[in-house]
């Protein structure tokens, strides 16, 4: 359902639809996506975030409209691109975003949360992707990027779930960059280490200090110059480390 938090826009360089886009990560890379001259497509499930991002944007003169979306509800996802299309224009990009986490061992953890955190994190991803995919053929091509993590290389006690689900999206994200290359759509994954990002709000961030950790700033920049990088280049998978080393 899209939000009636603005008008309808044209696009400039193209739509790129955003998840996860109520803050953090999301929000930073609107804003770097709008500066760079791109329309966003704000999805996200907090109405409250959703006006914050599209404010955002729309303070430094960039373009985008808010649609409020569960990606876990997987039969509205075609009428949403659908509708983000018909309202904004040509669609060029896609971020897959949107992620959650829960903190417990394996040994313990109940099945639905665990299938909760694969839901989000990687379920909604290809349903997602395979409503968008159409549209950048379309196109004549696109740009893909998978926000995973580095719980993707890596594993963490405690994190079993969040890890079986990044680790799922790397390679969800290679098959769809070798099936998809002959269309010109091209596919990143990118692995963050640890983010400054209200997620740590909720969990317990075992005593790393979050001033040593990633901004969504920079996350936001790597997307941008994947979106930029020449047609006939492709960065196909990205670790980007706290150099201070938080995890």
Same mark, same amino acid.
């Given at each position: 359902m899209a939000l009636k938090l603005g008008g309808r826009v044209t696009d400039s360089l193209g739509v790129v639809v955003l998840t996860g886009a109520s803050g953090g990560i999301g929000r930073a890379t609107a804003v770097a996506l709008a500066r760079a001259g791109f329309t966003l497509a704000l999805v996200g499930r907090a109405p409250s975030g959703l006006a914050q991002?599209? #404010? $955002?944007?729309? @303070?430094?003169?960039?373009?985008?409209e808010a649609f409020e979306q569960d990606v876990t509800d997987y039969p509205e996802l075609e009428g949403l691109v659908h509708s983000i299309a018909t309202r904004l224009g040509t669609v060029v990009g896609l971020v897959n975003n949107a992620g959650f986490a829960m903190v417990s061992p394996l040994e313990q953890m109940p099945l639905?949360?665990?299938?909760r955190v694969?839901?989000?994190n990687l379920t909604a991803v290809l349903a997602l992707t395979q409503q968008v995919i159409p549209y950048l053929r379309a196109h004549g091509g696109g740009v893909i990027v998978n926000m995973a993590s580095i719980a993707?290389?890596?594993?963490?006690?405690?994190? #079993? $779930?969040?890890? @079986?689900?990044?680790?799922?999206?790397?390679?969800l994200s290679r098959t769809l960059a070798q099936e998809l290359r002959l269309?010109?759509?091209?596919?990143?994954?990118l692995c963050p280490g640890a983010v400054d990002t209200p997620l740590w709000n909720d969990l317990d961030?075992?005593?790393?200090?979050?001033?040593?950790?990633?901004?969504?700033?920079?996350?936001?920049?790597?997307?941008?110059?994947i979106f930029t990088l020449p047609a006939q280049?492709?960065?196909?998978?990205?670790?980007?480390?706290?150099?201070g080393g938080a995890l």
């Open positions: 991002t599209l #404010g $955002a944007v729309q @303070a430094i003169g960039g373009k985008a639905a949360d665990f299938e694969l839901a989000v993707g290389v890596r594993t963490f006690p405690q994190w #079993g $779930a969040y890890c @079986a689900s990044k680790f799922g999206l790397v390679a269309d010109g759509i091209r596919v990143t994954t961030p075992a005593g790393y200090d979050r001033s040593r950790m990633l901004s969504p700033e920079t996350v936001a920049q790597l997307v941008v110059q280049a492709v960065l196909e998978e990205a670790i980007l480390m706290p150099a």
